[in-house]
């Protein structure tokens, strides 16, 4: 049993008095020993952040909200709000070299860094924009475990965590020698190029796709009127003008049309529909949904005791496995598996190779715009739309040339190394920052430059 003696002169010289026994945990009275509290975050960013209220806009905007933040990077993704139809909590106007923390649920550490001006935040961020230090070392920053420590102990909730605005600026902010920065600076900007690199080499491969099939220059076009035989809708069971949208058509024959023998999914992959027997105790890696980043397609797993696993954790995931979301399917919720030990929800179509198309082919159709918009077609359900096995299992798949799958494959593999090496080098200056908290700056520097020469 953990426990603390803590002298009451303590508890009333904290501002807002708390007297939790969460508050006074001995790890985070360790953690708030780490940091002089003389310098905090408030001393370093500007606190004139602008909002939609006192600076209205006249256009339609990317809106950023909480759960399209990477919780293992600095990435995000934002969703296009036409201009009147703003979401209530859309609030600040965000720039680029802005730092964004989530203050929900502090311990998922939601932490990105703006790429462009003209965002608008939720009202749920908090908003870093660096006055007199650089914005690339406080990203460093606020990916520490003494950065989660500090917010989840100035946490006041218990089935809601979150922290204000005012909690993150008081967190006592750990400031090194310029060369120390310079160096996890010029870190963060590697880790940025080598996930830009990483997307733009992934576009490429699903580029080489599109031209293929000549479909390179497509758009869905959404058509309000248009004409169905009756025994259309009898054969598919289905009378909903949607499903019936010409564009899917448009979709499935472009890709029919490049082979002389249409294939269908099922017909090159086989489905793995592994079950496993839940030991309470051990501990497993669970991947749903929201585990898989739909802008890079990394996958952040859980780790659950089996005691706790919901009951869709229903399959075992192999290296290799092609993962797709029944749920949202459009979202993107699809990838690669990347290595052996996680088990998977029931809400996903697993897929495993098994014919003339490789993995990487098949990924680089089903995260295109052809999949995610026929997605639209087959799916059941209106403010949760899902699609069946069947409905995947059935999509139409080109069996390119041996030689431009190939192609396809080493753009897709060398997306993902570089994905991963970001991954790594962000991790390398968060880590950095904490051996200088934790020990001291020239242990930071060494451990640093260390870990450079080795990659």
Same mark, same amino acid.
């Given at each position: 049993?953990?426990?603390?003696v803590?002298?009451?002169?303590e508890?009333?010289a904290?501002?807002? &008095?708390?007297?939790?026994?969460?508050?006074?945990?001995?790890?985070?009275?360790? @953690?708030?020993?780490?940091?002089?509290?003389?310098?905090?975050?408030?001393?370093?960013?500007?606190? @004139?952040?602008?909002?939609?209220?006192?600076?209205?806009?006249?256009?339609?905007?990317?809106?950023?909200?909480?759960?399209?933040?990477?919780?293992?990077?600095?990435?995000?993704?934002?969703?296009?709000?036409?201009?009147? /139809? +703003?979401?209530?909590?859309?609030h600040?106007?965000? =720039?680029?070299?802005?730092?964004?923390?989530?203050?929900?649920?502090?311990?998922? @550490?939601?932490?990105?860094?703006?790429?462009?001006?003209?965002?608008?935040?939720?009202?749920?961020?908090?908003?870093?924009?660096?006055?007199?230090?650089? !914005?690339?070392?406080?990203?460093?920053?606020?990916?520490?475990?003494?950065?989660?420590?500090?917010?989840?102990?100035?946490?006041?909730?218990?089935?809601?965590?979150?922290?204000?605005?005012?909690?993150?600026?008081?967190?006592?902010?750990?400031?090194?020698? =310029?060369? %120390?920065?310079?160096?996890?600076?010029?870190?963060?900007?590697?880790?940025?190029?080598?996930?830009?690199?990483?997307?733009?080499?992934?576009?490429?491969?699903q580029?080489?796709?599109?031209?293929?099939?000549?479909?390179?220059?497509?758009?869905?076009?959404?058509?309000?009127?248009?004409?169905?035989?009756?025994?259309? #809708?009898?054969?598919?069971?289905?009378?909903?003008?949607?499903?019936?949208?010409?564009?899917?058509?448009?979709?499935? =024959?472009?890709?029919?049309?490049?082979? *002389?023998?249409?294939? $269908?999914?099922?017909?090159?992959?086989?489905?793995?529909?592994?079950?496993?027997?839940?030991?309470?105790?051990?501990?497993?890696?669970?991947?749903?949904?929201?585990?898989?980043?739909? !802008?890079?397609?990394?996958i952040?797993?859980? +780790?659950?005791?089996?005691?706790? %696993?919901?009951? @869709?954790?229903?399959?075992?995931? $192999?290296?290799? *496995?092609?993962?797709? !979301? =029944?749920?949202?399917?459009?979202?993107?919720?699809? #990838?690669?598996?990347?290595?052996?030990?996680?088990v998977? !929800?029931?809400?996903?179509?697993?897929?495993?190779?098994?014919?003339?198309?490789?993995?990487?082919?098949?990924?680089?159709?089903l995260r295109?715009?052809?999949?995610?918009?026929?997605?639209?077609?087959?799916?059941?359900?209106?403010?949760?739309?899902?699609?069946?096995?069947d409905?995947?299992?059935?999509?139409?798949?080109?069996?390119?040339?041996?030689?431009?799958?190939?192609?396809?494959?080493? $753009?897709?593999?060398?997306? &993902?190394?570089?994905?991963?090496?970001?991954?790594?080098?962000?991790?390398?200056?968060?880590?950095?920052? /904490?051996?200088?908290? /934790?020990?001291?700056?020239?242990?930071?520097i060494?451990?640093?430059?260390?870990?450079?020469?080795?990659?």
């Amino acid at each position: 049993m953990e426990h603390s003696v803590v002298n009451f002169s303590e508890v009333k010289a904290v501002d807002d &008095f708390r007297i939790d026994a969460e508050y006074w945990h001995p790890v985070f009275i360790q @953690n708030s020993e780490l940091v002089s509290p003389r310098q905090k975050l408030r001393d370093y960013v500007s606190r @004139n952040i602008a909002n939609i209220k006192s600076s209205p806009i006249n256009q339609d905007f990317e809106y950023l909200e909480i759960s399209q933040i990477s919780l293992s990077s600095f990435e995000y993704q934002t969703t296009m709000v036409q201009l009147g /139809e +703003e979401p209530d909590r859309a609030h600040y106007l965000l =720039k680029e070299g802005d730092i964004v923390v989530s203050t929900v649920r502090p311990n998922r @550490n939601a932490v990105a860094l703006i790429k462009t001006d003209g965002i608008v935040g939720s009202s749920g961020l908090a908003v870093l924009r660096s006055n007199n230090i650089e !914005s690339k070392y406080l990203l460093a920053f606020c990916k520490t475990s003494y950065f989660v420590n500090c917010l989840m102990r100035a946490n006041k909730a218990s089935m809601y965590p979150a922290v204000s605005t005012g909690d993150i600026l008081d967190t006592p902010l750990f400031v090194p020698s =310029k060369f %120390l920065r310079s160096l996890i600076v010029e870190t963060v900007k590697n880790s940025v190029i080598a996930l830009d690199k990483s997307k733009q080499i992934y576009i490429q491969a699903q580029t080489l796709l599109f031209a293929e099939l000549g479909l390179a220059d497509w758009q869905p076009k959404h058509r309000l009127t248009f004409v169905k035989n009756f025994s259309n #809708t009898q054969r598919a069971e289905r009378i909903d003008a949607d499903y019936f949208q010409p564009k899917y058509d448009e979709i499935e =024959k472009g890709i029919e049309h490049y082979s *002389d023998k249409p294939a $269908k999914v099922r017909d090159e992959f086989k489905q793995n529909k592994s079950t496993f027997e839940v030991d309470p105790e051990k501990l497993y890696r669970y991947v749903e949904i929201g585990s898989v980043n739909v !802008s890079t397609g990394e996958i952040v797993a859980e +780790e659950v005791l089996g005691k706790d %696993l919901p009951a @869709n954790a229903k399959r075992v995931l $192999k290296k290799g *496995d092609v993962i797709v !979301s =029944k749920v949202r399917t459009y979202r993107g919720a699809i #990838t690669i598996v990347q290595e052996d030990g996680y088990v998977g !929800s029931g809400a996903f179509c697993v897929l495993r190779e098994n014919g003339q198309i490789n993995k990487e082919t098949l990924l680089a159709c089903l995260r295109s715009k052809l999949f995610l918009t026929w997605s639209w077609k087959p799916n059941t359900g209106t403010s949760y739309p899902t699609l069946g096995d069947d409905d995947i299992l059935d999509f139409p798949i080109p069996i390119l040339p041996k030689e431009k799958q190939v192609e396809i494959k080493q $753009k897709v593999d060398e997306s &993902f190394n570089l994905r991963k090496r970001a991954k790594d080098l962000l991790e390398h200056a968060k880590r950095a920052v /904490e051996i200088a908290i /934790e020990q001291d700056e020239q242990a930071a520097i060494n451990w640093l430059e260390s870990v450079s020469e080795a990659v």
